[in-house]
């Protein structure tokens, strides 16, 4: 279970209290993506045209911001889920943590 939020700022600030950072010191990366299990299918020849289309427009819509605490980098990734948003923690090793 995942919590969703009604707006990319109101998940920016949830994940600042969490951190203990000021929600505005998160910049915009937009490198930053998560691909979850889903992207596996854009490798699968035999996945539908429309669903590859379906994946990569949720990939590219996603939202990548990072800031830094104590010197450590801090990155999440906010992307639609449902009728909100959605958010995922990056750590040092690329795995992502959904919230």
């Known amino acids: ?4 939020f009604g707006s990319v700022e109101e998940a920016k600030a949830v994940v600042a209290s969490i951190v203990g950072v000021d929600p505005a ?4 990366d937009p490198s930053l993506r998560v691909g979850g299990i889903r992207a596996s299918l854009l490798d699968d020849p ?3 045209e429309e669903k590859r289309q379906s994946i990569q427009a949720w990939i ?7 800031t830094t605490k104590n010197g ?3 990155q999440i990734v906010i992307c639609p ?4 948003f959605d958010c995922w923690f990056i750590d040092q ?4 943590i959904r919230i």
Do not use: A, H, L, V
Request: proline fraction near 3%; glycine fraction near 10%; charged fraction near 30%.
């Open 93 to 96: 090793n690329g795995f992502c």
């Open 25 to 28: 010191s998160f910049k915009e």
């Open 1 to 4: 279970m995942s919590t969703m």
């Open 81 to 84: 889920f449902r009728s909100g």
């Open 46 to 48: 035999d996945t539908p």
């Open 60 to 66: 590219d819509s996603q939202k990548g911001f990072k």
């Open 72 to 74: 450590k980098e801090i």
